[in-house]
């Protein structure tokens, strides 16, 4: 082989090692971004057909609508909890912020944050659903599955 194909092949090749590296690197950030959409049906008992539950600790969204009667506020600070549910379940949701002007009882949320261990979502960011026509299709799809009235207050449908 000669000087000038090694130096061709050596080149070529740290190409290749670059932007695999740069591939790599995008891939690991993005999978720190990614929520992804969970209703509290599909966070007490899985999603989909393997039924697959998130783990403690994961980000992600839950979308429901807030119970009524489960607001809780309290008085030194700007935390809040409320409960959100959907057909076949309720989930408990922990908020340190202002909530946007169009949160009420029995009003759509979804609730970005991450998994405790307790199975209650500690929030970051909550969003009310508003009276735009637009819904995204996989938060609608979930929504017109799963909503049906509020379980009762005093029932509890955790596992």
């Known amino acids: 082989m000669t000087p000038r194909r090694k130096t061709r092949l050596w080149l070529a090749l740290a190409v290749l090692a670059g932007l695999g590296l740069t591939l790599a690197l995008v891939l690991y950030a993005l999978r720190a971004n990614i929520d992804l959409f969970y209703t509290p049906g599909e966070i007490l008992y899985g999603k989909g057909e393997t039924q697959a539950k998130p783990e403690p600790g994961q980000r992600l969204r839950v979308g429901g609508m807030v119970m009524p009667g489960s607001v809780k506020r309290d008085s030194q600070s ?21 909530l946007p002007d169009l949160f009420r009882e029995g009003q759509g949320v979804a609730a970005q944050g ?9 929030a970051r960011e909550v969003l009310a659903k508003h009276d735009e026509n637009y819904t995204p299709p996989e938060v609608k799809a979930a929504m017109d599955a799963n909503h049906s009235r509020p379980p009762q207050a005093g029932k509890d449908n955790r596992p």
């Open 114 to 122: 991450t998994l405790g261990d307790d199975r209650r979502i500690h």
């Open 78 to 98: 700007l935390k809040v909890s409320f409960r959100l549910y959907d057909a076949r379940g309720v989930v408990d949701v922990d908020y340190d912020g202002i």
